[in-house]
């Protein structure tokens, strides 16, 4: 079974100042995606970014960037610069390629809150 | 744009009652997911359908079933609401495949009493 840990409930950051946020996933599936969405106050959530386990290279999607520590099994999103618009719940979630499903598992997320 | 719409936002209903909550994709999506969100737990698996009449159990099954009579639709039905099942309810759909991202309806903020 697959699991996702996000060890963070509540950060904060200043305004314009970079943030990570953590998680680490636990698969004995050789091929899988990860994922980070955020939920913003409204409540719906948005998909931010993707990362393969196949991937070279850390997936960037603008001001997200993926670190991505394949042997640790560690995924931690990376915001740089941050906005007050930035202020929302962040979901890592993980889908194991077996089985054909691709079901994601999600972590149960962490509260971003960005001071101006 | 892709679009996941659900029937209510707001939903209060006594114990007992059958409830419905709809669910709508436009993509053609193959996958169509119900999650249920509660605070410090995060996002749990409820059920999924990856084809019209096909549905499998996520995590949390018990006290819900579903239903997915055409491609677009996605229905879950508590048959019989209980208090512990005041909740948000998010629906999701995507397409099939390892590096396809979900998209999440607007949830129903579904109340028990």
């Known amino acids: 079974a697959q699991k996702i840990t996000q060890t963070q409930p509540g950060m904060f950051v200043q305004e314009k100042e970079a943030v990570t946020l953590d998680c680490t996933y636990d698969t004995s599936d050789p091929s899988y995606g990860l994922f980070w969405y955020k939920q913003p106050s409204s409540g719906e959530m948005i998909f931010l970014i993707y990362q393969g386990s196949y991937d070279q290279q850390n997936a960037t999607e603008g001001r997200y960037s993926l670190n991505f520590q394949k042997a640790r099994k560690s995924a931690n999103l990376v915001i740089s610069a941050s906005q007050l618009g930035d202020s929302a719940m962040y979901f890592c979630a993980m889908s194991p390629a077996s089985g054909g499903s691709y079901i994601p598992t999600f972590g149960r997320g962490t509260s971003l809150i960005v001071h101006p | 744009d892709v679009k996941v719409t659900q029937s209510s936002r707001y939903l209060v209903k006594r114990t007992g009652e059958k409830v419905f909550l709809e669910c709508v994709q436009d993509m053609d999506h193959e996958n169509m997911f119900w999650y249920r969100q509660d605070p410090g737990l995060g996002l749990r698996l409820i059920y999924f359908s990856y084809d019209v009449k096909m549905k499998e159990k996520g995590d949390i099954p018990e006290g819900y079933s579903v239903s997915r009579e055409k491609k677009e639709r996605f229905s879950l039905i508590l048959e019989s609401a209980s208090t512990n099942q005041t909740s948000m309810y998010l629906c999701?759909?995507?397409?099939?495949?390892?590096?396809?991202?979900?998209?999440f309806g607007p949830g129903t903020r579904l109340t028990v009493t």
């Open positions: 999701a759909s995507s397409l099939m495949g390892l590096n396809y991202e979900q998209y």
